[in-house]
Every structure is written in C-alpha cells, then in structure tokens.
C-alpha cells in the first residue's frame, strides 16, 4: 500500500502504450507477463491478446504467455464489497479509462502488472427501529401508564381505575381502584396494590402480578391473594374490542365462604386511547468512523438506544473491526440513560450485533445480513438483522 501511494504521487507516463514502450525488451520467442491481484480473491482481471487470439478471466494471480508484438487489452473489477485502488506496469501506474480496461501494445518486454484492490468500509451512522409487525423478533414492551375499564369480578361488572410504573429491570408496580371493592382502614395499605414483572417467555412480552387484598367486597368482609400471567400484547377479545388476556389463580373468602380458582382465563379491556400505553417501538443508532491512530487506520464504534418508554441510552466507542465476509460485530452494554437529571448509569440494556454486513445502493447502505439480540426493560430477543427498518 504504501509502495502503491508513493507511486500514484511519481510522474507517471501519459498512458499505457507509452508505459509499454518505455519498457524496452525484446527478442524472439514467447512473452510472459505475471498478473498478481491483491488481496487474493478481492477482485478480477480479464484478458484478451492478439497473437494468439485468446482470453480469460483471473480472481487470482496468475500469467499470461503470447508472441511479441501482440496487444493486450486488461480489464480490472473488484469484487462486491471491495475497491479498485490502482494498477502498476513494474511499480509504474497505469491509466484507466471509464471501463477500468487498459490496452498494452505491441508488447516486446517481459512485465508484472499488479492490480491493487481494498476493502470498502461502511462508515457513518445505520439507524435501526423496529418493525411494525413481525412474527420472529420478541416484541420488547413497557407499560407505564393510567388504564380504565370495566372487569367482571365475582360474577359483577366492576368499573377498575389502575396506574402502573415499570422500571429498567421490568419490575412492575399498580396501584387503584376497582369499584365496591375497599380495603381495611386499618391495614397497612389502604389501596389496593400488586406487584410483578414484564419478562420474555416464548418469545414473547409476559407479565406476572400478584397481590393481595384485605377489606370489604359489596360491604361484605374478604380477604384474597394471587396471581395473573399473560402476554402482554394487546390482542382482540371480541368485535373491534382491545385487551390483554392471561390465566390468572386465586384464593380467598367472600365473608365466610372461601373460593379458589386455579388458571382461570381472563381478558381485561383496554380503550383504544390506553393502548398507546403499552408501548413497543423502541431503536438504536449505530455509528461507525474511522482514524488514523499511530499511522494505521482505526475503526471506532458507538450506538444510541432510545427506549420503548422513550428514555434515551448512549454507549461509549469502543474499537471495532471490519471485514467485507464477516462484516461489523459490535456489542454495547453498561451505557448511561441521559433522560434523567442527573444522568445515570443504565445496567439493564445492551445490545449485541453480530456479522453486520451492508452493501450499496444509490449511494446508501442497506444491511445485507447480521443478527441482533438485545436486553433491556426485564424482556430480551433476538433476530435477524434485515427484519429491522432502516430509517
């Protein structure tokens, strides 16, 4: 490389005829030139001679044999993901012309033509968010928020009113009202509240709750306690109705008179203005730059991961390498959320990236291949690449 540049930077000859014959040489007898294609497999050089007539392709250095006086026509293309730097006539460069074909001519001299290609390196930012709809990637949600709605419990239709939080971990609390429903005056607790978690389970966003309950139903003393799981997508429950179902077991008693239920199915309502509660859209910006550190060229990469709740994640670079095969494999975790004052470590999230490859297309890089998988909010997945939008 650093031959190739000092001598892009000589005073070269106009053209490659001129290159050809200020090569001297001659005589009888056949000719061999030596074609050497650098790095091996990065690219390719097609020949064609007049004496003898004949032609070919190289993807990897080889030679060519003809009569003196014969013209060789040479054409150099890269290969998908690589460049054509330059091509030297015995370390003297060689011009081009649009095509990338060169013509030598008539050849009386024994030469080494040597076609120099390089890596194409994706540099810039890729921004990824996922899509609206996919059956293969886990779907990563929170439910922070304020929900309203109408549940039956013990066979009676009961207006509820329930606010939820959810933190970075996926640990969830709630706290409401659900109507003739009162706790004791006298317990510790004076709504009624439960607690529980958003987890990844089949791939798929599952929320686990239990709680407990100690007062009146209808004005009739009770006590209760248990537990609730179901997926958390909102999903049909009948006509253009919206809600989030499960199973859901229970014991307690009803003045004196116990009950007790165990996997019972339930579904609860949700309005269509609640629904942008329970959110899932979440994305990551992934920026790769170069430079030059020691005089050799260093990749860096970083990312910003903006969360379903729309909290902002920001990892710091890191040294990352790339190839035209196995493309960027970037791992970012330990980032700090700057949507808090002050900002603060965020130990949940990370996002590991494997095998990113891209390729061009009008001047813009699409990924081509790779794989994803991330953490974050107590719920992970994990999936191809491509699925994701780029926006």
């Known amino acids: 490389m650093t031959v190739l540049s000092a001598c892009f930077v000589m005073s070269g000859v106009a053209n490659a005829s001129e290159v050809d014959r200020s090569s001297g040489g001659g005589g009888g007898g056949s000719l061999t030139w030596s074609i050497v294609i650098t790095p091996k497999e990065a690219g390719s050089v097609s020949w064609k001679t007049t004496s003898p007539p004949a032609s070919g392709t190289f993807t990897a250095s080889d030679k060519i044999t003809f009569n003196p006086g014969s013209y060789i026509d040479l054409t150099f293309q890269p290969k998908a993901g690589y460049k054509l730097l330059g091509v030297l006539k015995n370390l003297e460069k060689v011009t081009l012309d649009a095509q990338q074909h060169a013509r030598f001519g008539p050849v009386d001299g024994k030469h080494t033509i040597l076609a120099v290609f390089s890596e194409i390196i994706p540099l810039g930012t890729f921004p990824f968010s996922f899509p609206d709809k996919s059956e293969n990637l886990a779907s990563v949600f929170d439910v922070t928020g304020s929900y309203k709605g109408t549940v039956p419990i013990l066979k009676t239709p009961r207006d509820y009113s329930v606010d939820i939080a959810m933190d970075e971990f996926g640990k969830v609390s709630a706290l409401g009202r659900v109507r003739g429903i009162e706790n ?36 009739v003393a009770s006590s209760a306690s248990g537990s609730a799981t179901g997926p958390v997508e909102p999903q049909s429950i009948g006509g253009t109705a919206m809600g989030i179902g499960g199973t859901i077991s229970y014991k307690g008693k009803f003045g004196d008179v116990p009950y007790s239920d165990k996997n019972l199915a339930f579904q609860v309502p949700i309005a269509q203005s609640q629904l942008t509660n329970i959110k899932k859209a979440w994305s990551i910006k992934v920026t790769v730059r170069s430079e030059i550190v020691k005089g050799k060229e260093v990749l860096m990469g970083s990312s910003v991961l903006t969360l379903p709740n729309g909290d902002v994640i920001a990892f710091l670079e890191k040294k990352t390498k790339y190839s035209a095969k196995k493309g960027y494999s970037l791992s970012f975790k330990g980032g700090m959320n700057l949507s808090v004052i002050p900002t603060a470590p965020d130990k949940s999230s990370s996002v590991a990236i494997k095998g990113m490859t891209l390729v061009q297309s009008g001047g813009t890089w699409i990924v081509s291949g790779g794989t994803i998988a991330y953490k974050f909010l107590g719920q992970k997945g994990q999936g191809n690449l491509a699925e994701f939008k780029m926006n």
């Open 184 to 219: 004791n005056p006298d317990a510790a607790k004076k709504l009624e509240t439960s607690t529980g978690s958003i987890k990844t389970v089949d791939n798929k966003a599952t929320g686990m709750f239990k709680g407990k309950f100690d007062g009146t139903v209808d004005g």
